[in-house]
């Protein structure tokens, strides 16, 4: 239960960052050129002024910023993100849509990089400064300069055109209705790059941190005892070494979950993935600033809920933390 | 004189020190090799590289000369990601300083506040800024610099807390010395190296972000520079992908050759972590 409250404690404090992020992004939209108004008048095919007028007054953005700014916090209370004037649907409805892609994208090239870069960095641990620990440490560096982007592209290029094992992009092939267990083999098989793609980048640093770890704790005086109590090398690393060496990697996990999400901006755009990012792209390109507003207010929460996951994923490999909260 | 001879000890650090002057050199020489305008026409379009001795590496989609391009590039990205990192470590250093010094209710402020920019994805925020200001080379890079100033405060900070509290701090303090005094001559100075060496991670990331906004077609369409080439490259990706791959290649090597040197640098200047 003490694991619990002291998460429970993290998390309340991230609400006046929720708070100041808000604020801090409302007043710097006011600077944006154009508003809702504006938009909807360009989707409508131009209007008159009075028009405008009418709708700025329906739409409360003839207020002063301040009240704007009241407004908006007062109706976030009740989970009304607004409307968007371009998708013709409330923020909320339009978000809610592309969540499930989004997440499901991150929590694949999540687990794609966690396990890998595990692996990786156990085996250059094992063997550290020879051939392998210098190959597995060279491309982990290569990976970390690697535009996503542009791998993205690479990848297409290699596996969509020329081997064309794996589609190109979109999330399901719409060309067939498939149900059941078909779908899900065909949407996995539509993540396959996105989601190597995305994970490259935290592959790579992964994997660095892995292996940093894993040689620090190898030196500890308990990996010593272990051994000295004849324990085989395999079960002190499994067993005993693991479990420590983790810690670093998974508070990184929750550091990074909005670099995760940011660079799900590109990786969906490049692969045409229907999800958060690239709908974070469209607004811009769109102008829709209300559902703009909306997504960084979900990614916050985004990367708050992570960080709490993580929290609780902490406490569960380290014992030591319950026993000093 | 040590540090420098540890550095050159190092071939990854070598080899990327090698790296980044070449792709200084290129940024330097594109004006005397190409002086012509990288981004006027210059002959037939989509010409693949090596078909044509005038264009070792091929012509773009609208028949601009690739080579000229990833040239001009680099002075784009080295540009971008040189001002860029100076002003996330300036705004860094100096809300680290501030908050480490001061502590109590104004380290309170400032870390919500770097908190704030921590939660927010960086690249979210990055777009929110391009949607308000537009996307000149000017306000590119001051955004890229905005997003990126919260690790470097964090590490300052940590400086100073350890280092606030140091005998020579104290003695600077008997000899009437003012804040802005102990700040800026004593502590500052001893609290700067490993903010220095982390600048390489920040330039890295900064020469990424722009060449990701770059890509997405929100950054100066007007500068020919490595992500607005690889963006242009994605029409004609089923059949001329070298387009795209060049400048990707381009990019991969600076972002590798600036890591290689900050991670030198820190290995030269840290000899104890060394051994790691």
Same mark, same amino acid.
């Given at each position: ?9 993290r998390?309340a ?11 801090g992004?409302?007043?710097? #939209?006011q600077?944006?050129p154009?508003?809702?108004v504006?938009?909807?008048?360009a989707?409508m095919?131009?209007g ?5 007028r009418?709708?700025?007054?329906? +739409?409360?953005?003839? #207020?002063s910023?301040?009240?704007?700014l009241?407004? +908006?916090?007062?109706?976030?209370v ?11 649907k409330?923020?909320?409805a ?9 997440l499901?994208?991150?929590?694949a090239? #999540?687990?794609?990089a966690f396990f !890998? ?7 250059a ?16 560096l290569i990976f +970390? ?12 290029v290699? !596996?969509?055109? /020329?081997?064309?094992w794996?589609?190109a ?6 060309g067939e ?5 078909w779908?899900v %083999?065909?949407?996995a ?9 995305l994970?490259?980048? !935290?592959?790579?640093?992964? #994997?660095?941190?892995m292996?940093a770890s894993?040689?620090?704790v ?5 990996v010593?005892t ?7 090398e395999?079960?002190? %690393?499994?067993r005993?070494?693991?479990r ?6 998974v ?9 995760m999400?940011?660079g799900?901006?590109?990786?969906e755009? %490049? ?9 974070a +792209?469209?607004?811009?390109?769109q ?17 708050i809920?992570?960080?709490?996951i993580?929290?609780?994923? /902490?406490?569960?490999l380290?014992?030591?933390?319950t026993?000093e909260g | 004189?040590d540090?420098?001879k540890?550095y050159?000890?190092s ?7 090698i ?7 290129m940024?330097?020489?594109a ?9 006027a026409?210059?002959g ?6 090596f ?20 040239f ?13 990192t100076?002003?996330?470590v300036?705004i860094?250093v ?24 921590q939660?927010?994805?960086?690249f979210?925020?990055?777009l929110v ?5 537009g ?7 001051v ?5 990126s ?15 606030r509290? *140091? ?7 008997t ?9 800026? *001559? ?5 609290a700067?190296p ?19 906004l770059?890509?997405?077609?929100l ?5 020919a520079?490595?992500?607005n080439?690889?963006?242009?490259g994605?029409?004609v ?6 387009v795209?791959?060049?400048p990707g ?28």
């Amino acid at each position: 239960m003490r694991i619990l409250s002291l998460a429970e404690r993290r998390l309340a404090a991230s609400i006046p960052t929720l708070i100041l992020i808000l604020i801090g992004v409302f007043l710097l #939209l006011q600077f944006a050129p154009g508003d809702t108004v504006d938009a909807m008048m360009a989707q409508m095919g131009g209007g008159d002024a009075a028009t405008a007028r009418e709708l700025r007054h329906f +739409y409360g953005l003839d #207020l002063s910023i301040p009240a704007q700014l009241a407004n +908006y916090l007062w109706h976030l209370v009740r989970l009304d993100l607004g409307f968007s004037a371009i998708y013709g649907k409330p923020v909320a409805a339009v978000i809610l849509e592309r969540l499930p892609a989004t997440l499901l994208l991150m929590t694949a090239s #999540l687990s794609f990089a966690f396990f !890998f870069g595990l692996v990786f960095g156990v085996i250059a641990a094992r063997g550290v400064n020879k051939w392998p620990d210098t190959l597995i440490s060279t491309i982990g560096l290569i990976f +970390y300069a690697t535009p996503s982007f542009w791998f993205g592209l690479m990848a297409i290029v290699v !596996f969509s055109i /020329y081997l064309q094992w794996l589609p190109a992009g979109g999330f399901e092939d719409i060309g067939e209705v498939r149900t059941g267990i078909w779908r899900v %083999v065909d949407i996995a098989r539509h993540l396959v790059l996105p989601a190597l793609t995305l994970g490259l980048i !935290f592959l790579a640093i992964y #994997l660095r941190i892995m292996r940093a770890s894993m040689l620090e704790v190898l030196n500890l005086d308990f990996v010593r005892t272990a051994r000295a109590k004849g324990l085989d090398e395999t079960r002190i %690393v499994t067993r005993h070494v693991l479990r420590n060496a983790l810690l670093p990697v998974v508070t990184l996990i929750g550091l990074q979950a909005g670099t995760m999400l940011g660079g799900s901006v590109v990786v969906e755009t %490049v692969f045409s993935l229907p999800g958060l990012g690239r709908l974070a +792209y469209e607004s811009v390109v769109q102008r829709d600033l209300n559902t703009l507003l909306g997504i960084v207010f979900v990614s916050a929460l985004l990367v708050i809920s992570v960080n709490f996951i993580v929290d609780l994923l /902490y406490a569960q490999l380290d014992p030591r933390i319950t026993a000093e909260g | 004189m040590d540090a420098l001879k540890r550095y050159f000890r190092s071939p990854a650090a070598v080899i990327g020190l090698i790296l980044l002057l070449v792709v200084i050199a290129m940024a330097l020489s594109a004006g005397m090799l190409y002086p012509r305008d990288p981004l006027a026409l210059a002959g037939r379009p989509l010409l693949w590289p090596f078909a044509n001795p005038r264009f070792p590496l091929g012509t773009d989609n609208s028949g601009r000369d690739i080579a000229a391009q990833i040239f001009y590039g680099a002075r784009i990205s080295l540009l971008i990601g040189g001002v860029a990192t100076l002003i996330a470590v300036a705004i860094g250093v100096w809300v680290g300083a501030l908050a480490g010094y001061y502590g109590g209710w104004i380290d309170n402020i400032l870390m919500r506040i770097t908190d704030a920019f921590q939660t927010l994805p960086n690249f979210v925020l990055l777009l929110v800024l391009v949607a308000v200001f537009g996307s000149t080379l000017t306000t590119v890079t001051v955004a890229v610099g905005i997003v990126s100033w919260p690790a470097p405060a964090r590490l300052t900070r940590a400086e100073f807390l350890s280092l606030r509290n *140091r005998e020579f701090v104290q003695a600077g303090k008997t000899l009437g010395m003012g804040d802005a005094q102990l700040i800026l *001559r004593e502590i500052l100075p001893n609290a700067l190296p490993p903010v220095i060496v982390y600048a390489s991670v920040v330039m890295a990331v900064a020469i990424l972000l722009e060449s990701a906004l770059a890509f997405l077609h929100l950054s100066d369409a007007n500068v020919a520079s490595w992500g607005n080439l690889i963006g242009l490259g994605r029409d004609v990706l089923r059949v001329q992908w070298y387009v795209s791959a060049i400048p990707g290649v381009a990019i991969l090597v600076t972002v590798l050759a600036v890591s290689l040197v900050g991670q030198g640098l820190n290995d030269a200047l840290n000899p104890r972590l060394k051994q790691r």
